[in-house]
C-alpha cells in the first residue's frame, strides 16, 4: 500500500513537547505531504492522551474497539478513542512508515487547517516577543 497524503501510518516520533512524556517510539500519524524527491513525508502525530495538550488543535478520529479486519466500519486502522494533535508534526522518511489505515478528506481538511492555524499562532508570537523587546530596549 502507497503512503500518501491522508494515509494513517506507525513510525517513529518524538513525544509532542506538550507534557504528554515519553520516549521516541513507533506511534501513529497522519500523513500531510509526501515528498517524492526527498523520500520524506510531513506527519501530524496521533495520541490518546486527550486531556493533555492545547485541545483547540485537536481533531478527533474514527476508531473500532473490534481489531478484526473484518469489521469494517472503520478504515483508520485505530483501535482507542484517540486525537491528532495539530501542533505535533514532524518531517520522516518514508521507509519508515508503515500503512495501516486512512482518514477521510473531511478529516484531512480540518487536520490541515488547523496546522495552518497553529503556525499562524506561532507566528503572532513570535512578533509579539520581538515587539516587546525593542520596546523595551528603546527606553
Known amino acids: 500500500m502507497a503512503i500518501r497524503k491522508g494515509s ?6 518524538n513525544p509532542p513537547a506538550d507534557g504528554e512524556g515519553g520516549y521516541v517510539k513507533r506511534r501513529p500519524a497522519v500523513v500531510l ?5 526527498m523520500a520524506t513525508c510531513t506527519v501530524v502525530g496521533i495520541s490518546t492522551k ?21 469489521s469494517g466500519n472503520t478504515k483508520s486502522g485505530l483501535h482507542e478513542k484517540c486525537v491528532a494533535k495539530c501542533y505535533w508534526y514532524d518531517k520522516v522518511p518514508v ?9 477521510s ?17 506561532l507566528a503572532t508570537d513570535e512578533s509579539s516577543t520581538s515587539n516587546s523587546a525593542n520596546n523595551d530596549s528603546e527606553e
Open 95 to 103: 521507509s519508515n512508515c508503515k500503512k495501516i489505515g486512512f482518514v
Open 50 to 70: 486527550l486531556g493533555i495538550g492545547d485541545q483547540n488543535f485537536f481533531v478527533e478520529l474514527p476508531f473500532s474497539q473490534n481489531r478484526s479486519s473484518s
Open 33 to 37: 505531504v509526501v515528498d517524492v524527491e
Open 8 to 13: 494513517i501510518v506507525e513510525v517513529e516520533l
Open 105 to 121: 478528506t473531511r478529516k484531512l481538511i480540518e487536520i490541515l487547517d488547523l496546522v495552518l492555524q497553529h503556525e499562524a499562532s
